[in-house]
Nanobody, 122 residues
Framework: QVQLVESGGGLVQAGGSLRLSCVASGLTFRAFAVGWFRQAPGKEREFVAG?????????YYTDSVKGRFTISRDPAKNTVYLQMNSLKPEDTAFYYCAATYLAYDQPNYDYWGQGTQVTVSS
């Protein structure tokens, strides 16, 4: 059974940092591209960051998080991270990780986690 489990969310003041983790089980995580998405109340889900399959070397960030967020992966731990620095109140959302057999820059992801809440206070 495939599972993606996110952790690391919480409440932080503006300017602070959080590191989200996405731990996979039941699949060879390094063979999947992974994306981090977020959804705020009343808004559509947004693709925040993506990373290629292990060895692919590619990453993507939506414009609003460039220079502040970093996506990375540790294949030995079957984990993908999202380091979030200089957080802003507008980063407040429910954050999800998802995995795909395909490239990260396409809409069809195969597996999704349950998500973790990030709240940034002003």
């Amino acid at each position: 059974q495939v599972q993606l489990v996110e952790s690391g969310g919480g409440l932080v003041q503006a300017g602070g940092s959080l590191r989200l983790s996405c731990v996979a089980s039941g699949l060879t995580f390094r063979a999947f591209a992974v994306g981090w998405f977020r959804q705020a109340p009343g808004k559509e889900r947004e693709f925040v960051a993506g990373i290629s399959k292990w060895g692919g070397g590619g990453t993507y960030y939506t414009d609003s998080v460039k220079g502040r967020f970093t996506i990375s992966r540790d294949p030995a731990k079957n984990t993908v991270y999202l380091q979030m620095n200089s957080l802003k109140p507008e980063d407040t959302a429910f954050y999800y990780c998802a995995a795909t057999y395909l490239a990260y820059d396409q809409p069809n992801y195969d597996y999704w986690g349950q998500g973790t809440q990030v709240t940034v206070s002003s």
